[in-house]
């Protein structure tokens, strides 16, 4: 009963989504503010029947309902019941369901910014919002139903693969999605500009904080699911440009480069037609990544179930919608005449800079992830295109966008002289070198790491120069560059601190440069030196999960015969799915990582994989700081209050 | 300065920046594109050497041997089949949870000496009955499998497929 109602539910939400896009869409062409109005209204009804349709996918997971074949294939009673509730999004099907609740979360988010009556512009949004939920919906309901019943029901669930029980790639999925999703309604924002003609710095105040929480989002699900890889895969890497974590960074950098060139449309109302196609982009990219992640036509690391039906299904959506919507941008945007002019050197001309520098690294990520899928298609040759390739290429543009990042946030608007900027930077470029030397005295001539703290230590100084610059501090009296630290808006304080938090991740990905490992076999009771400290094997057996058995190897670490502190690897076997997944071993103390992962055993040896990775946990703490940075900008009162500002002057009716 | 100048400064700056990330990923492309290549393919052309690529094929039953490197650092040598050639390949690592005899394995590395194939990677495969597309490749380049005959057998079907030997 339950399935049928969310099957149900998401029919209904189908109907409505269709009604959402077609009426307002008419309203505001026509000027019918009944008909715009009707726009809230259907977003809410959207959502409730989206709402329901997961409550029952989730009700019927919980229960281990095996007369849903979703249930069949990804759960089973011996899972816990936290994973029995995050396995409704570790497949395709729910995870498709929950992209449309949060989509329709948003459209309900941008309908209630409305008290009264929706202005024509946010009548269209939650119009091009309806649309794309009502494409999903279709998508669901033709090719990925969650709700597919089996006759007989099996006794039992085959399980959720072994890898994905696990607590970060339970919350990877829906931050991701909150991104990807958030771009969409970015996209909306263009559309709807694009069919009224018109961008002006109220629709940069509406799109700004859109892009802030998507680029937020995505920001978090990216480092979430690094760390997840780093511990989970026991490979000892963060980032394995691997196409399905290309996908995902894609549109995390069209989201940064539209980030920053809404800024510039909001204050100086310039940029405004390549703002409108980055937003495009970034959905475009968006949507090209589920494509990827879902067709299954790249091969990855994650392999999902691949379903060429699904592919095609996408690949034509995407089409529709990336296709429309550029030959909408050809149409209409040369009608728009730029406004706002600047100085090449000037915020707005490193604003630029930026957008420039980001897009040609995108592009670089791009064409590097897809060549091997268009050479298989076209000449049969497999090939692919590893690590090696993309640190070459895209090292190169970061190091400018890096050293940038300091100097535009230090530059008036419109007009800006080089020197006084450089003037207030020697102390910055002073800790960079100092940086510099240091870890090239310390870690032994190592250039790249070295060169990453420089980076790292470049951008955190900057941060500060930029918040000490703007209160004035050494300059007035201490008294009063507080009461100016108070004063400092919310989305200046953001900026700065998501820039630090760049320079946090810069100095752990320097930091992992120069990481360590070896790899011993030892038998118990034997010891090993590495990284300073002795390694002690105590012993390896059995050990019972609830739904696994592990082979547990257990170490301990002695400085100068005395114990420090245990490990225990281990390699755990699920019977269910009969898999076997590598449990890795890693105690931090947030200046290092010690990791141990459990290998084979042969003749009484245990082999064993140990690392030493400096400053590690920073690549994830400094993302984290960046969301942060993000969340406080979004805070500010002025774009809390701008939003809905745009209602009494654009509202004829 | 006028609006032209402007644009024309704008336009500059991008025709660069394009230009440069053109340039980056051609070279970068030149040296690091990565090419598979099948056991049959190495006999047939001797790889370039120093140049990394992938092997891949059935691990042949019987052949993984596990020995102790000079340095201490456990090593396993393994040969790498499609059914016509065998390739020896050497690894020195943790390796993934479903190495097996008889399944499909994709390899990342170069030759060395004495015609043995340095792996530096070997790749991990989270489902048993997956089979990498390189490998099912190779299984259909050496007449093991006829994609006109359908989809590829399963994998824990080719897992107790023994290695045909050449001539056979």
């Known amino acids: 009963m339950i399935p049928e109602l969310g099957h149900f539910a998401l029919a209904m939400a189908l109907a409505l989504a269709v009604a959402q896009t077609i009426l307002p869409l008419l309203g505001a062409q026509r000027r019918d503010a009944r008909l715009m109005a009707m726009a809230v209204p259907l977003a809410n009804g959207v959502l409730l029947a989206v709402l329901t349709a997961f409550a029952a996918l989730t009700v019927s997971y919980a229960v281990n309902d095996t007369s849903v074949l979703n249930v069949v294939q990804n759960s089973h009673s011996a899972k816990p019941m936290l994973y029995k509730i995050t396995g409704v999004w570790g497949n395709h099907e729910g995870s498709m369901v929950l992209w449309v609740l949060v989509l329709a979360i948003c459209a309900g988010a941008v309908a209630g910014f409305g008290r009264e009556s929706p202005s024509a512009l946010q009548a269209r949004v939650i119009a091009v919002l309806g649309s794309i939920g009502a494409g999903f919906l279709l998508f669901i309901l033709l090719t990925s139903n969650p709700f597919d019943r089996v006759w007989p029901p099996p006794p039992d669930g085959q399980g959720l693969n072994p890898l994905l029980q696990d607590i970060g790639l339970a919350l990877h999925p829906p931050l991701l999605y909150m991104g990807y999703v958030g771009t969409a309604v970015t996209f909306a924002f263009a559309i709807a500009a694009l069919i009224e003609g018109r961008v002006d710095a109220a629709w940069g105040a509406w799109v700004r904080p859109w892009a802030l929480a998507s680029w937020a989002f995505l920001t978090m699900g990216i480092a979430l699911g690094s760390w997840w890889a780093y511990y989970e895969l026991g490979w000892g890497g963060y980032w394995f440009w691997d196409p399905v974590e290309n996908a995902s960074l894609m549109p995390w950098l069209a989201s940064t480069a539209l980030l920053h060139s809404a800024i510039v449309v909001e204050k100086r109302g310039a940029l405004k037609i390549w703002t409108v196609l980055l937003a495009l982009l970034a959905f475009a990219l968006s949507m090209l990544g589920t494509f990827l992640v879902r067709s299954g036509v790249l091969n990855s690391v994650h392999t999902f179930a691949a379903d060429p039906a699904r592919g095609v299904f996408i690949l034509g959506m995407l089409g529709v919608y990336v296709g429309g919507a550029l030959a909408l941008f050809a149409w209409r945007a040369p009608g728009m005449t730029p406004q706002g002019f600047f100085a090449p050197l000037s915020r707005e001309g490193m604003l630029v800079l930026n957008n420039l520098l980001l897009c040609c690294i995108c592009a670089v990520v791009f064409v590097g992830t897809l060549y091997p899928l268009f050479l298989d298609l076209l000449t049969d040759r497999l090939i692919s295109v590893g690590p090696p390739f993309f640190n070459l290429a895209t090292l190169p543009l970061a190091l400018p966008l890096i050293a940038g990042m300091a100097l535009g946030p230090l530059m008036p608007w419109k007009r800006a002289e080089l020197w006084p900027v450089v003037q207030r930077l020697w102390w910055v470029a002073i800790v960079a070198l100092g940086a510099f030397a240091l870890a090239m005295a310390i870690a032994g001539q190592k250039f790249w790491p070295a060169l990453g703290f420089a980076a790292g230590m470049w951008l955190i100084a900057a941060a500060h120069a930029d918040v000490l610059e703007r209160i004035g501090a050494f300059r007035v009296p201490v008294r009063t560059a507080l009461a100016r630290a108070r004063g400092l808006p919310r989305a200046a304080w953001g900026a700065a601190i998501a820039h630090a938090g760049m320079g946090v991740t810069a100095l752990g990905i320097a930091g992992m440069g120069l990481a360590t490992e070896t790899l011993v076999g030892v038998r118990p009771g034997e010891t090993t030196r590495f990284a300073g400290y002795e390694w002690r094997l105590d012993q390896v057996r059995d050990y019972q999960g609830p739904n696994w058995t592990a082979r547990r190897a257990e170490i301990t670490l002695l400085v100068d015969g005395r114990e420090v502190m245990r490990m225990a690897p281990q390699r755990r076997f699920f019977p269910i799915g009969r898999t076997t997944t590598t449990e890795a071993s890693i105690r931090t103390n947030l200046v290092r990582d010690l990791y141990a992962v459990l290998g084979e055993e042969r003749d009484g040896q245990a082999v064993l994989r140990l690392h030493h990775n400096p400053l590690a946990p920073w690549i994830w703490i400094g993302a984290f700081i960046m969301a942060l940075g993000g969340g406080i900008s979004l805070s500010d009162r002025r774009i809390r209050i701008a939003a809905p500002s745009r209602k009494a002057a654009a509202l004829p009716a | ?168």
């Open chain 2, 1 to 168: 300065m006028t609006r032209k100048r402007r644009r024309l400064y704008i336009l500059l700056l991008c025709a660069i920046g394009l230009g440069t990330a053109t340039a980056l990923t051609l070279t970068a492309f030149q040296d690091n594109l990565v090419f598979f290549r099948s056991p049959s393919d190495i006999v047939a052309e001797a790889p370039p050497p120093g140049r990394n690529f992938r092997l891949g094929g059935l691990v042949e039953q019987g052949s993984v041997e596990r020995l102790t490197g000079q340095d201490g650092r456990p090593k396993i040598t393994f040969r790498v089949t499609d059914g016509n050639n065998a390739i020896s390949v050497q690894f020195s690592g943790v390796l993934p949870d479903l190495f097996r005899e008889g399944q499909g394995v994709v390899t990342l590395g170069q030759m060395g000496p004495g015609n043995i194939f340095m792996a530096r990677e070997v790749l991990a495969r989270h489902d048993e009955n997956y089979m990498p597309p390189e490998v099912a490749d190779a299984l259909r380049r050496s007449g093991h499998w006829n994609p006109a005959s359908g989809d590829p057998p399963p994998a824990s079907q080719w897992n107790t497929l023994e290695p045909r030997r050449q001539g056979s």
